[in-house]
């Protein structure tokens, strides 16, 4: 299944806690290589630290996303403004965690996978574009697939700029 793969790029020292990982064992047990090491718990428990990672990030994001939209919404007078502003945050915040950024495996993992993953959603983008034509609002739906776009990428570059600059590599 795509995207269940182990991330070949994965390194032991990714994570702070990850040198329990390769636990010493015996090596005439099953399902071990000659040298004595549990290979597939390795692999298990990358995978598993990954899972909770991103789980760590979708759970506060999606809660998030939804608090805003209900909030948002009424007070701007459209699901589809507080939709808007909702993913640009998201664009911002993605910008953010692909410059130089410290530790970036897991941060990515958790607020750019997890948390943005939950907090802007595509689906909903479009089911806005949808229903704003089904209403026969064409103007409302070009206005917002130009003003996601456009903003979408500036926030994102604002947000990679901050980066270079929070973070700078020397």
Known sequence: MAGLEPNPNLKRDSYPNASSALEP??????GRDG??????DCRLRFELIELALVASGAVPGALLRWQLVERLGPQIG?????NLLVNLVGCG???LLSGPVPHRTPLMLALGIGFCGSL??????????TSLQQRGQ???ALVLLLASLG???LAALGG???SRRLFRVR
């Open 78 to 82: 459209a699901i589809s403004g507080a």
């Open 35 to 40: 040298a004595g090491w549990q290979l597939p």
């Open 160 to 162: 990679r700029a901050l």
């Open 138 to 140: 064409s103007l409302g």
């Open 120 to 129: 802007t959603t595509f689906s909903g983008w479009i089911l806005d574009l």
């Open 25 to 30: 064992t015996r090596a005439d047990s099953p």
């Open 151 to 153: 903003l979408g990428l």
């Open 93 to 95: 915040l993605l910008g």
